[in-house]
């Protein structure tokens, strides 16, 4: 009887977090529909574009609290300082960051671009919403959809599974099949950071400055031309690297413990579960590479 209503609950969750994801993709897809429609001024093109993530995001959380509950805080897994492995964990963010743009610049050579991505703003007001909206108001509201609301609810598949599942739509949510494996690893990493350090808000601090590393590698050093702009760009990736490596030997050094691995054969069980008997999730993750496939082939 405990093991029929543990899968009726596990899969009632997938459920609601499918509904949830088609609700985030299909937002998406309107404000996308829409800044197709307005393509000049620039910065009238851009905010529709850049609001698609932190409206779906905002209101899939909303959703969440009625459906799911409340947020969850997680645990503080690390028994020392907090803000200590905040420094190690951000320092190590420049490794993931720089190994990633080395990967999706790699693949944006073979394969479609998103232009949104690839091309910066011609005015004033599209860098401001470019700076405001990727740099600040998307990362807050991810962090709190993905890290807070989706990872929290799949944590009793076990943790590691949970950080892994989170991270797949977050990185499909981006729409591009070269971006894809570079905000996969950025998504893992920062829902390892989140749940290490039992804070969201020390979690979205990290991803803004993620999102802030990758606005000056992309934006104000890689678009320009000249050599000098190519010694800025070297250095800047070989401080990130320096730094990455650093935070990577700190982390080690300070030893958290590692994320729970679930073995009782009834949860891997509840695993399967989720991925084959749960519709409503499966047609979500349909759905958002559907969505990256046809994005990136139109690019």
Same mark, same amino acid.
């Given at each position: 009887m405990?093991?029929a /209503?543990?899968?009726? !609950?596990?899969?009632? *969750?997938?459920?609601?977090?499918?509904?949830?994801?088609l609700c985030?993709?299909?937002v998406?897809?309107? +404000?996308?529909?829409?800044a /197709?429609?307005?393509?000049?001024?620039?910065?009238?093109?851009?905010l529709?574009?850049?609001?698609?993530?932190p409206?779906?995001?905002g209101?899939c959380?909303?959703l969440?609290?009625?459906?799911?509950? $409340? @947020?969850k805080?997680p645990?503080?897994r690390?028994?020392?300082?907090?803000?200590q492995?905040?420094?190690?964990?951000?320092?190590a963010?420049?490794?993931?960051?720089?190994?990633?743009?080395f990967?999706?610049?790699?693949l944006?050579l073979?394969?479609?671009?998103? !232009?949104?991505? !690839?091309? &910066?703003?011609?005015?004033a007001?599209?860098w401001?919403i470019?700076?405001v909206f #990727?740099?600040l108001?998307t990362?807050?509201?991810?962090t709190? +959809?993905?890290?807070?609301?989706?990872? /929290?609810?799949f944590?009793?598949?076990?943790e $590691?599974?949970a950080v892994?599942?989170?991270?797949?739509p =977050?990185?499909?949510a981006?729409h591009s099949l070269?971006?894809f494996l570079?905000q996969l690893a950025?998504?893992?990493f920062?829902?390892?950071?989140?749940?290490?350090?039992?804070s969201l808000?020390?979690?979205a601090?990290?991803?803004?400055?993620?999102a %802030?590393?990758? +606005?000056?590698?992309?934006? @104000?050093?890689a #678009?320009?031309h000249?050599i000098?702009? %190519?010694?800025?760009?070297i250095?800047l990736?070989?401080?990130?690297? +320096?730094?990455?490596?650093?935070?990577?030997? /700190?982390?080690?050094?300070?030893?958290?413990?590692?994320?729970?691995?679930?073995?009782? &054969? $009834?949860?891997?069980q509840? $695993? =399967?579960e %989720?991925?084959?008997l749960?519709?409503?999730?499966?047609?979500?993750?349909?759905?958002?590479?559907a969505?990256t496939? *046809?994005?990136s082939?139109?690019?």
């Amino acid at each position: 009887m405990a093991a029929a /209503q543990k899968k009726n !609950t596990l899969t009632a *969750l997938a459920d609601a977090a499918g509904i949830l994801l088609l609700c985030h993709g299909l937002v998406s897809l309107i +404000f996308a529909y829409i800044a /197709q429609r307005i393509p000049a001024p620039e910065w009238l093109h851009l905010l529709p574009d850049r609001l698609a993530g932190p409206v779906s995001a905002g209101v899939c959380l909303l959703l969440g609290h009625w459906w799911l509950g $409340r @947020i969850k805080r997680p645990a503080h897994r690390y028994p020392g300082d907090r803000w200590q492995l905040t420094a190690a964990a951000a320092a190590a963010l420049g490794l993931v960051v720089a190994a990633g743009e080395f990967i999706g610049g790699a693949l944006r050579l073979g394969l479609p671009a998103d !232009t949104a991505v !690839t091309d &910066p703003p011609a005015t004033a007001a599209g860098w401001l919403i470019v700076l405001v909206f #990727d740099c600040l108001l998307t990362p807050l509201a991810e962090t709190y +959809f993905y890290r807070g609301l989706l990872q /929290q609810a799949f944590k009793p598949w076990g943790e $590691r599974f949970a950080v892994l599942l989170a991270a797949i739509p =977050a990185a499909l949510a981006h729409h591009s099949l070269a971006e894809f494996l570079p905000q996969l690893a950025l998504a893992v990493f920062l829902g390892w950071a989140v749940q290490q350090l039992g804070s969201l808000r020390m979690g979205a601090a990290l991803h803004i400055l993620a999102a %802030l590393l990758l +606005f000056l590698l992309r934006y @104000i050093v890689a #678009d320009t031309h000249g050599i000098s702009a %190519l010694g800025v760009l070297i250095l800047l990736l070989a401080g990130c690297l +320096f730094c990455g490596v650093y935070g990577v030997l /700190q982390l080690k050094k300070l030893q958290p413990p590692p994320l729970q691995r679930r073995r009782d &054969p $009834r949860n891997r069980q509840s $695993r =399967a579960e %989720l991925l084959l008997l749960s519709p409503w999730f499966c047609g979500a993750v349909i759905v958002l590479l559907a969505q990256t496939l *046809l994005q990136s082939l139109a690019a």
